[in-house]
């Protein structure tokens, strides 16, 4: 996977449950929960997406292959909403 990065327009809040996503040109907002968010920072720490796996597996104590699963689908959902971009 390509290094990800927010996108300009986009700021984030982290809140007790986990953050708010703002796209400030649209004014449309997302929720990340406390697993959205360890994804989100581990991809935006340059961390591969092996990497982030990883981390829900330490942290949830889930299998490997279900926590790939989580982690492409939180990043396919965040691009689909024009929130992250690939850094090329």
């Known amino acids: 996977m390509m ?7 986009v700021v984030m809040a982290e809140t ?36 982030a796996a990883h981390a829900l597996v330490e942290r949830h104590r889930i299998v490997l292959a279900h926590a790939h699963r989580d982690v492409s689908a939180v990043v396919a959902q965040l691009q689909a909403a024009k929130l992250l971009l690939d850094v090329t």
């Open 3 to 9: 290094p990800l990065r927010l996108h300009p327009d």
């Open 16 to 51: 007790d449950d986990g953050a708010v996503l703002l796209h400030q040109r649209t004014g449309r907002y997302w929720q990340l929960n406390r697993t959205g968010v360890l994804v989100l920072h581990s991809l935006l720490d340059d961390q591969s997406d092996e990497r």
